[in-house]
């Protein structure tokens, strides 16, 4: 499974969701028999593998609702075979969201201190991340690995109508503000003067919030998951337990 997340920042921490993503399939059934452990049909699920494997075949999966010889599949063909088999789709969902999170916030205080030793600030800075997921016979999810800057070429149709939609959203939540390169100052500096920039740093967070998402979902912070994930931090620094009191107080407007 490919899930693809979007980070507008580490201080504070915020996490979106996008709710589609695509799956692939290996054209053969897993299995521990050590006699296919070089049996690419049955460990790899790359596209060119999977275009060898099946050429030629009998695909197997459900002809009834998806092509019968895909090994492609975006998270609708996936939710509506879960609804086929009784697997809860929504739980499986809610266990990705759960390793986003708890990955992001392991590598906080060291995403942090990178920025500072580079002079940056993550007001400034976005990135998507394409997470790389498995699913196994008990319906755990498991993170196989986490990749920056994810290709968006793949060429398949479930990612060619996906892509355009992903980008031109992540577009709406980071905002474009207009900078003067003579001056070296936004366009808004006479419009909001702050004597606190940590309270300036938070309200730009609140302001994010508040755009159009699309099919991004705000992962975290949220007011209903702050107290659950707070105890994995290594460090909790002002900006963010200013965010979080700030979404404590709200009526949920942000999430």
């Known amino acids: 499974m490919r899930a693809y997340i979007l980070v507008t920042g580490m201080n ?5 969701f996008y709710r589609d993503g695509y799956i692939k399939i290996a054209v053969k059934d897993f299995t521990f028999n050590h006699k296919f452990i070089k ?3 049955v460990h790899i699920t790359t596209s060119d593998t999977n275009q060898e494997c099946y050429d030629g ?3 197997k999966y459900d002809t009834d609702i998806y092509d019968a010889k895909s090994h492609f599949w975006s998270y609708m063909h996936f939710e509506r075979y879960c609804a086929k088999r009784g697997i809860n789709y929504t739980e499986i969902m809610e266990q990705m969201k759960d390793i ?24 400034n800075l976005y990135q998507l991340y394409g997470l790389d997921l498995m699913v ?34 992540i577009l709406n939540i980071v905002g474009i503000v207009p900078f003067n390169h003579e001056t070296k100052e936004t ?12 309270e300036e740093i938070v ?3 609140l302001c994010e919030f508040g755009r159009p998402r699309g099919m991004f979902e705000l992962a975290y912070p949220k007011k209903n998951n702050i107290n659950k994930y707070k105890k994995f931090y290594e460090n909790i620094f002002p900006e963010s337990q200013l965010l979080w009191n700030k979404l404590l107080s709200s009526n949920g407007e942000y999430d």
């Open 12 to 16: 504070p921490l915020r996490i979106y």
């Open 39 to 41: 049996d690419g049909c």
């Open 57 to 59: 075949k009998e695909y």
């Open 100 to 123: 986003f999170i708890k990955t992001f916030i392991s590598l906080n205080s060291d995403f942090i201190e990178i920025m500072k030793n580079r002079n940056k600030y993550d007001r």
């Open 136 to 169: 196994d016979i008990n319906n755990k999810v498991h993170l196989l690995e986490l990749n920056r800057n994810p290709s968006m070429r793949d060429g398949h149709g479930v990612c060619d109508y996906m892509y355009d939609n992903l980008i031109a959203d």
């Open 187 to 198: 366009f808004d500096k006479d419009i909001y003067k702050y004597d606190n920039e940590t």
């Open 203 to 205: 309200d730009d967070c």
